[in-house]
């Protein structure tokens, strides 16, 4: 509610001054004759801005230091033995801010807890109202400043396009922090975790065996990433021998042969398999399909576990169908039609010219559509860690349970153990084998289908 | 070089090669034909898999949405529910000392032996209840002992009356009646005593319990203790929440990261890289934004675990590169003379783009928005890193709050150890999610048809 009133306050405020600008850039304007260089609106929101951005420096100021002013006061005001024990300074602290806050505190109230509250609401309140009466004053100085600079020849537009500029490229540079918190972030707790196990060892080791971080010095755990990577690799593998055939073949037929209304019903019915979230797909996994390939094992003698590479393959190779497919049909699209034509013509039928003239021109496009779809099926995290089984070992055999780097890093960082233990911090350690994984595929996918798209442009 | 053949040479040559491709035409026919079925096959085994996906979830979820339900009347005997009244706060005393006046009043409420209420009750209907106050006690929900103390703390004036009111029944009689149970199991397997059972079957018959519609589900919150009164109440204010934020903050950021790139960023190599680097964030997994999240929000900066406001803020970093490209792209689509024509006529470039290319771009914006936004709705792997699959019993009133999503619920159910029961919970609450999921991107196509404008 109260900031609320803040708010409307603020934007009246704003409104005061743009108004206050356009009509002293129109008053300028009549007095002098001159062609103002700016419209009046963009003087009223110079004017704004001026009033805005000082008024804002001081609200952050007021922010930043108020939570440090109100503690120390209360510091002051502790006895030494409430002082001396943290537990109990929280308490207190507590307390005196809901007593000065006028909600009172239960119970008898010490002495020094009224006085404190007492001198914490007497304080606060004084440096509310100094920074409500200084955040106003800085604006209407700010405002009243830029409005005694409105002359005809003032660029306003042009400070204020720069203004804007300026919000765009911070917008924009958002993205690229969000890639440097990324890498930074992951790669520094990685080196942490490197302090406590040999990079070799990470890399190359054949045994997932992390232990309890509880479990204390005696044992570190083997951390050898190998079995995490080949499960994910496996898992991959199956996707894609799912994917890759029906994918292709419904974009070839979708592009080539179907009619516009088929083709207008059974597109948008298959790319609603691109927007099912993957928890679905892994409920779906261990619901229906585990359940159907263990009665199906049965049947035919053999071992399928409901939670296998095989399963979780399956279904996540079905979430990739449709990736495969709207990007393929893309790229068969792009093939120049003069190239069909010049097949037809030399009487080739349809399917021959698809195989023999659109498929190896169009190939460097598909083949980087499928580099994007493994690194999808790479990072993808919830049907695997329901549906493959959890369980790091090397093994061959696609109907075994297998673990993977994503549901191991969920695994390694939802537990109960310190965010600081090497157990933890694999997961950081991890992040970074797939982050860098999942780039350089798509570093080259992303070449790949820029230099077809380029090719045939 | 016709000049130097003979006219018979050639006719004889295109006769011998007319032999050649009419061998072979039957063959390749054949092939023609296989080849669009395979084609045709492949699209059918999509669709298929979708009507099997939608299909099998809807078997499991549909029945979850109605509930065994207990219609009976309750009476609050006074001598049951023996409470002092309710306190009321005096002229001179402050909130803190009222509330802790409340707050006892309340724990006696507590301590109010409901299950006798309740026992009490059913036992209206079969009488033998009365002697047998365990499984009686069994047949309500757990849950719906605090949902009676609540309406006696809301309207004390309740004690000593009698009231009807409908009480959901124990997951175990919701199986039981459902058929989820084998029947024929030896009752020392059972989980409902021979008792229970015969009651649930004859309430059942006599219309005493019903399948309503489950009404908890959607005004509850999850629950450990009484899994037939858990609901996803806590779950869909959190991704209210989350939805919300990602709004807020990845939409409009994006919006204008796109607007720049378009429009103002000088063609060089920083800006080359920018925009590699919005791609690949874009394939960035999901996870890896989850463990961002986990270091940089929560160990960093310190924020609270399990807030909607930190899962706000890393799904909206995940969210931002499908935004920018999808705002990008219909920034792209609108045409150059428009702005051209804008910049003819005196305009700056600020104002060409904000005055004539924004407005017309907005759709297709908008349309790559929602879809960004349903996108991030579904999400579930970086929201339990940064630790949302803790068991929160309670509505977030504030994005400061512990709180859970409807994915990560989800997920929660769906390991939760009363499988016959939470599979079908877990199966509707894909349902609503998907029900969320799928009107959101219908709005943003009819969005796209509305308002799409062909050049």
Request: glycine share 8%; proline share 5%; charged share 15%.
């Amino acid at each position: 509610m109260n900031t609320l009133i803040v708010v409307a306050v603020i934007l009246l405020g704003l409104s005061f001054a743009y108004r206050w600008g356009v009509a002293t850039s129109r008053k300028v304007a009549s007095t002098t004759g001159a062609k103002m260089h700016s419209r009046y609106g963009y003087h009223g929101i110079l004017v704004a801005l001026w009033c805005a951005i000082p008024a804002a420096i001081v609200f952050v100021l007021y922010l930043v230091f108020e939570p440090m002013i109100a503690e120390a006061i209360m510091q002051s005001y502790l006895p030494r033995a409430v002082a001396a024990d943290p537990a109990l300074t929280a308490d207190a602290m507590g307390r005196i801010r809901n007593i000065a806050s006028g909600f009172g505190a239960s119970g008898e109230i010490p002495a020094y807890q009224q006085a404190a509250a007492n001198a914490l609401s007497r304080v606060s309140n004084t440096a509310g109202l100094a920074t409500i009466a200084l955040a106003a004053a800085a604006g209407i100085i700010g405002a009243a400043m830029a409005r005694a600079r409105i002359t005809p020849d003032l660029r306003a537009r042009n400070f204020v396009e720069i203004a804007v500029r300026i919000m765009l490229i911070v917008c924009s540079a958002i993205a690229i922090l969000t890639t440097l918190g990324i890498v930074l972030s992951v790669l520094s707790e990685s080196i942490r975790f490197f302090t406590y196990v040999n990079v070799f060892d990470f890399l190359f080791g054949t045994t997932w065996n992390p232990r309890f971080s509880s479990t204390g010095s005696g044992g570190q755990g083997e951390f050898g990433l190998l079995p995490l990577l080949w499960g994910t690799i496996m898992i991959t593998i199956i996707a894609m021998l799912i994917a890759v055939p029906i994918g292709l073949m419904s974009a070839i037929y979708l592009s080539e042969y179907a009619g516009s209304k088929f083709r207008f019903i059974a597109k948008p019915l298959l790319e609603v398999l691109a927007g099912i979230p993957t928890i679905v797909y892994g409920i779906f996994a261990i619901f229906t399909v585990g359940p159907v390939f263990y009665e199906i094992g049965k049947l035919i003698g053999l071992d399928i576990r409901a939670a296998s590479a095989f399963t979780a393959g399956t279904v996540m190779g079905i979430m990739i169908i449709p990736f495969v497919s709207s990007l393929s049909d893309d790229i068969i699209s792009q093939v120049p039609q003069a190239m069909r034509d010049g097949s037809y013509g030399l009487g080739a039928t349809k399917s021959e010219t698809i195989r023999r003239v659109i498929l190896p021109a169009a190939l460097p496009g598909i083949v980087g559509a499928f580099l994007l779809a493994v690194s999808r099926a790479v990072g993808e995290t919830m049907i695997v860690v329901l549906a493959a089984g959890n369980s790091p070992v090397l093994t061959l055999n696609p109907f075994d349970a297998v673990s993977t780097v994503t549901v191991t890093i969920v695994n390694q960082l939802t537990g109960d153990s310190d965010f600081a233990s090497p157990q933890s911090l694999v997961a950081f350690a991890l992040g970074l084998t797939l982050f860098v994984l999942t780039l350089c595929l798509n570093v080259v996918a992303i070449y790949i289908v820029k230099r077809y798209r380029e090719q045939y442009e | 070089m016709a000049v130097t053949t003979d006219a018979r040479d050639i006719d004889a040559a295109g006769s011998s090669s007319r032999k050649i491709v009419e061998r072979g035409l039957a063959r390749r026919k054949r092939n023609e034909v296989i080849f669009k079925g395979i084609g045709l096959g492949a699209i059918l085994i999509g669709i298929s898999l979708v009507a099997v996906l939608f299909g099998s979830i809807l078997y499991k979820g549909v029945p979850a949405f109605t509930q065994a339900t207990l219609h009976l009347d309750v009476t609050f005997d006074p001598a049951i529910v023996n409470v002092p009244e309710k306190p009321v706060q005096g002229a001179d005393e402050n909130d803190a000392d009222y509330y802790e006046r409340l707050l006892s009043w309340q724990r006696r409420l507590v301590f109010v032996n409901w299950n006798r209420v309740i026992q009490d009750a059913i036992a209206k209907v079969v009488p033998a209840a009365a002697d047998n106050a365990r499984d009686a006690a069994g047949m309500v929900a757990s849950g719906e002992r605090v949902r009676l103390r609540d309406m006696v703390a809301e309207d004390p004036s309740l004690i000593g009356t009698t009231k009807a009111v409908s009480l959901v029944a124990a997951a175990n009689i919701d199986v039981w009646l459902k058929g989820n149970i084998d029947r024929s199991l030896a009752q020392s397997k059972q989980q409902l005593t021979a008792l229970q059972q015969e009651w649930a079957d004859d309430l059942y018959d006599r219309g005493v319990i019903t399948m309503a519609f489950s009404s908890v589900l959607f005004t509850n919150v999850d629950s450990r203790s009484s899994p037939a009164t858990a609901g996803l109440l806590g779950a869909m204010v959190g991704s209210i929440m989350m939805m919300l934020i990602v709004m807020f903050c990845a939409v409009p950021v994006g919006v204008m990261a796109a607007v720049y790139l378009e429009e103002f960023a000088p063609k060089n190599r920083l800006t080359d890289i920018i925009e590699v680097n919005i791609n690949n964030l874009a394939a960035v997994p999901s996870i890896v934004f989850g463990l961002l999240g986990a270091a940089i929000f929560i160990n960093l900066l310190g924020l609270p675990l399990s807030a909607p406001l930190v899962g706000g803020l890393v799904l909206s970093l995940m969210t931002l590169p499908t935004v920018i490209i999808a705002s990008r792209a219909s920034l792209r689509a609108v045409p150059p003379s428009i702005r051209q024509a804008a910049l003819g006529v005196g305009a700056s470039p600020t104002q060409a783009m904000f005055h004539h290319t924004l407005p017309l771009a907005v759709p297709g914006m908008l349309t790559g928005a929602i879809i960004g936004v349903a996108q991030a709705l579904g999400e579930t792997a970086p929201l339990l890193l940064i630790g949302m699959n803790a068991f929160v019993p309670n509505v977030p009133t504030t994005p400061i709050e512990q709180s859970t999503a409807l994915p990560v619920q989800i997920y929660l159910w769906q390991g939760n150890e009363m499988r016959n029961f939470f599979e079908a919970r877990t199966a509707a609450a894909i349902l609503i999610l998907l029900a969320v999921m799928i009107s959101m991107n219908a709005f943003a196509i009819f969005m796209r048809h509305r308002f799409e404008r062909r050049w």
